[in-house]
Antibody
Framework: QVQLQESGPGLVKPSQTLSLTCTVS??????????WTWIRQHPGKGLEWIGY???????DYNPSLKSRVTLSVDTSKNQFSLKLTSVTAADTAVYYC??????WGQGTLVTVSS | EIVLTQSPGTLSLSPGERATLSCRAS???????LAWYQQTPGQAPRLLIY???SRATGIPDRFSGSGSGTDFTLTISRLEPEDFAVYYC?????????FGQGTKVESK
């Protein structure tokens, strides 16, 4: 079955760029039919949708983050990625990747701190 | 943007009781693309229901989803100890996707 795994730095300095990659196994991103998604969860809070990308590269973003977010996909590596620029402490969260609506990765905590 | 409002915020019940969770949308959810997730501490959300009423693979039949348009319900027919958790609804019929704020089901 399809599994997803997030990877990337767990600590990012303020004003820098947060970069995460999601590796998909057990299925191909390029087979189509699914939106590949990033969601985050601030500590002790609810879920926030960041955006999705299709295998073709077309993407859509949460308007509240749109100016700082870029999603990309690498079908040759069966991966998709998130870049969030100009981070602040408010971007500290657990970041999940998912194939909409499931499955989800286990999540990775990213802390923004100097 | 579709705003999803979940109620109640917290539900205090005993094992064996029935739980009824509500998710109300500010506008109609396209194609009834409404999902329910369960989250326990330290874990990723687990999909329970998709398309408003279809149970995800491996989900016990005590979980059921119903509703259409703007009003959706998740019912847990008889609570098991492992069902005490936070439940979220999400609409994925239009962008931006949105989540409800969650309902916590706690043991009385």
């Amino acid at each position: 079955q399809v599994q997803l795994q997030e990877s990337g730095p767990g600590l990012v300095k303020p004003s820098q760029t947060l970069s995460l990659t999601c590796t998909v196994s057990g299925g191909s991103i390029s087979s189509g039919g699914y939106y590949w998604t990033w969601i985050r969860q601030h500590p002790g809070k609810g879920l926030e949708w960041i955006g999705y990308i299709y295998y073709s590269g077309s993407a859509d973003y949460n308007p509240s983050l749109k100016s700082r977010v870029t999603l990309s996909v690498d079908t040759s590596k069966n991966q998709f990625s998130l870049k969030l620029t100009s981070v602040t402490a408010a971007d500290t969260a657990v970041y999940y990747c998912a194939r909409e609506p499931a499955p989800w990765g286990q999540g990775t905590l990213v802390t923004v701190s100097s | 943007e579709i705003v999803l409002t979940q109620s109640p915020g917290t539900l205090s019940l005993s094992p064996g009781e029935r739980a009824t969770l509500s998710c109300r949308a500010s506008q109609s959810v396209r194609f009834n693309f409404l999902a329910w997730y369960q989250q326990t501490p330290g874990q990723a959300p687990r999909l329970l229901i998709y398309g408003a009423s279809s149970r995800a693979t491996g989900i016990p039949d005590r979980f059921s989803g119903s509703g259409s348009g703007t009003d959706f319900t998740l019912t847990i027919s008889r609570l098991e100890p492992e069902d005490f958790a936070v439940y979220y609804c999400q609409q994925y019929g239009s962008s931006p996707r949105t989540f409800g704020q969650g309902t916590k089901v706690e043991s009385k």
